[in-house]
């Protein structure tokens, strides 16, 4: 019964979240903002949804399963490394080489725009 | 009786979500933003998969949420290193 509870509980926060995650992606203003709400939001929510699953089939089978925390942790992994790569794109499209910091070593240059040197001046 | 009625709350919102992310990847214009709406419907898909294995009681979806994770992940870098690089195994 208090099980019951906590799954509903932390359904509807995971619901709340998708659906912000998923509002901020159509009501944010530029590219780089719009980067925010899928990648955190959405991230969280479905982070809820895997624990509301976990307690779940906690009380149903009575032992914890650990795939759903394989997937919660393959997520919350592999969100920022896609905010980054969607991040990194933005900035190649959109970008002139020059408006960006030099990278960290001498003498490199950023790896999208290789190539593009008749078109960034 | 309460629990059903929050899985209909969460599965209605997260189908709301993927409507929406349908909606922005019809109208967006530049690629990294088709790809953000693309990546995010993978999310989406992997949270209703989750909610339909508590509905049905089984423990049958879990491979397909992680296989979806896997694969939404793996084809976003790969599409990413593809406009990036040019091509995507060097």
Redesign the interface.
Known sequence: MILDYVIAALLVIAGFFGLVGSFGLLKLPDQMTRLHAPTKATTLGVGGVLIASMVYFFGVAGTLSFHELMITLFLFLAAPITAFFIARVQLRNHVAERDLPNPAREGTRWAGHLGQDSSSD | M??T???V??????G???L??L??LVRAD????K???L??MV??I??LI??Y??AF?T?VF??A??LF??MG?IS??AY??Y???GNIIE
């Open positions: 309460i629990l009625y929050a899985l709350f969460a599965a209605t919102c997260f709301l979500g993927l929406m992310n909606w922005f530049s690629t990294g933003d790809i953000l709406a990546d995010t999310v989406n992997i949270a989750v909610i294995g508590m009681g423990g879990f491979e949420a992680m994770a896997m992940f976003t870098v990413c290193r406009i990036l690089r």
